[in-house]
């Protein structure tokens, strides 16, 4: 009765990824993991370092010197690098806006991808991402490629930002859409769905739906595993 699996779920922003992953994970009692959050934290090093994306040497050595933990907390999970706790720095639009570009280097995505495969290594783990059905984990017992219309993600993210932030609804579309491609485009390990993943289009569907969803796919996977 102990038999545990991974699960991976991939998808483009807003898709609902770690709004949903995490809720699997508590209904499972399975560990969540946020690799988003992790080549989000590099970034901030590399802005803080005045680090650019075209300097991959200095990229390089500055990832392999990073110290990235990654805890349960109160809101879902909390990023801490070299101890310090940066899960609401990595937040920023400024982080946003440039953390594509920062995980499109090879060894970044590298150091990142062993660490997130250590995490995983004892099973019993949901982990999002971009990758992980694809690259980081081929050999996940479920798969999931989560997606919406770039509309609907959109305005996800706009309802989520509520004025705090001076973006438009317009704005946001395009930086998203923007991000889905160079995400989708990039040479390693791109965004993508995995032959074996399945699909759930969320638009429309709402997140208990969602959850109810994947969590209904994971039994059925246990079920046939005993
Ligand atoms: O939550 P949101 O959709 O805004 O993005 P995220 O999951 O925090 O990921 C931020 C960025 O990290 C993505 O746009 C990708 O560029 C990168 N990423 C990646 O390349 N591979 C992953 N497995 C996860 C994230
Ligand atoms: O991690 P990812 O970027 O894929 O999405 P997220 O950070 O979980 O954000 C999705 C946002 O859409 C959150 O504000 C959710 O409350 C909301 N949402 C959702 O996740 N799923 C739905 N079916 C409907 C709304």
């Not at 807003?14 to 690799?35: F, M, P």
């Not at 932030?165 to 965004?191: F, G, W």
């Amino acid at each position: 009765d102990d038999f545990r699996m991974n699960i991976a779920i991939d998808g483009p922003a807003g898709a609902g990824k770690s709004t949903v992953a995490r809720k699997v994970a508590e209904q499972l009692g399975y560990v969540y993991i946020d690799t988003g959050a992790m080549y989000r934290a590099v970034t901030l090093g590399a802005q803080r370092a005045s680090i650019t994306p075209d300097q991959p040497t200095m990229l390089a050595e500055l990832v392999r010197s990073m110290k990235i933990e990654l805890a349960p907390g109160k809101e879902g999970q909390s990023v801490f690098v070299n101890g310090e706790d940066v899960t609401l720095q990595i937040r920023s639009r400024e982080v946003t806006l440039q953390v594509s570009h920062i995980a499109a280097n090879e060894t970044v995505r590298e150091v990142l991808g062993q660490m997130q495969r250590n995490l995983a290594a004892r099973k019993g783990v949901v982990m999002d991402g971009r990758d992980i059905g694809s690259n980081v984990l081929p050999e996940a017992e479920l798969k999931i490629y989560l997606t919406a219309t770039v509309k609907e993600r959109a305005l996800r993210r706009y309802r989520e930002i509520e004025g705090s932030q001076n973006v438009t609804l317009e704005q946001l579309e395009k930086e998203i859409a923007e991000r889905d491609n160079l995400d989708e485009q990039r040479e390693i390990s791109p965004l993508i769905c995995a032959s074996d993943a399945v699909v759930l289009d969320s638009t429309g569907m709402t997140i208990e739906e969602v959850i109810r969803a994947i969590v209904q796919l994971s039994r059925t996977k246990l079920a046939e595993a005993k």
